[in-house]
């Protein structure tokens, strides 16, 4: 079982940052993929990034966002530069055993999310 907790998220303006974390319980924690995936209000989740070894991303945010990991802190995360108000949404990080995979229905486990607001 793995437990994820979402933090990082904020109101910020267009042009500027936030970092968000995923932090894991689970001594095995390395071995999974965690991908984040975002919700709008009325629109359907999508995804943003995965990481495994190394992050692969959404077209929409290539360039602008970047993933990382610390397995000594079981904890992955999602740096996000260059802010656009279209990025405002409920962000959610995931795992799965296995290799990435941009489906969010591919992941086992999820944190409850996090809210980014980018305002104009």
């Known amino acids: 079982q793995v437990q994820l907790v979402e933090s990082g998220g904020g109101l910020v303006r267009a042009g500027g940052s936030l970092r968000l974390s995923c932090a894991a319980s689970g001594r095995t924690f390395s071995s999974y993929t965690v991908g984040w995936f975002r919700q709008a209000p009325g629109k359907e989740r999508e995804f943003v990034a995965a990481?495994?070894?190394?992050?692969y991303y959404a077209d929409s945010v290539k360039g602008r966002f970047t993933g990382s990991r610390d397995n000594t802190k079981n904890t992955v995360f999602l740096q996000m530069n260059s802010l656009k108000p279209e990025d405002t949404a409920l962000y959610y990080c995931?795992?799965?055993?296995?290799?990435?995979?941009?489906?969010?229905?591919?992941?086992?486990?999820w944190g409850q999310g996090t809210q980014v607001t980018v305002s104009a």
């Open positions: 995931a795992a799965r055993m296995y290799g990435s995979s941009r489906w969010a229905s591919d992941y086992d486990y």
């Open positions: 990481t495994s070894a190394g992050t």
